[in-house]
């Protein structure tokens, strides 16, 4: 059966950090760019980082650069995204998803294969 399953999320005061995991069953990592997408209440679904499946490379949308870091451990099936340096303004429910086709389009839904549930983050004091 093909999975992703998000962990990691939780309430943080604004400034703090959050380690979000994406785990990944059924199929070879190896072969998949892997998306993270948020969605905030009353929002789109929006696309955040990618990481490409042959040579790592990472791609992050701006309102996120510097602040979040995207890595994957082939072995472990599992892809990390670390969040620093949080706001109020990440505050949603995170996605992983997966795409055979890479990051080229990292932003666009219909490119991802597999999607996980989602796991709430919340930014608040």
């Known amino acids: 059966q093909l999975q992703l399953v998000e962990s990691g999320g939780g309430l943080v005061q604004p400034g703090g950090s959050l380690r979000l995991s994406c785990a990944v069953s059924?199929?070879?990592?190896?072969?998949?760019?892997i998306g993270w997408f948020r969605q905030a209440p009353g929002k789109e679904r929006e696309g955040v980082s990618c990481?490409?499946?042959?040579?790592?490379?990472?791609y992050y949308t701006d309102s996120v650069k510097g602040r979040f870091t995207v890595t994957r451990d082939n072995a472990q099936n599992t892809v990390y995204l670390q969040m620093n340096s949080l706001k109020p303004e990440d505050t949603a429910v995170y996605y992983c998803?997966?795409?055979?086709?890479?990051?080229?389009?990292?932003?666009?839904?219909?490119?991802?294969?597999?999607w996980g549930q989602g796991t709430q983050v919340t930014v608040s004091s």
């Open positions: 998803a997966a795409s055979f086709l890479g990051c080229s389009g990292y932003v666009l839904e219909d490119e991802y294969d597999y």
């Open positions: 059924g199929f070879t990592l190896d072969y998949y760019a």
């Open positions: 990481i490409s499946s042959h040579y790592s490379t990472t």
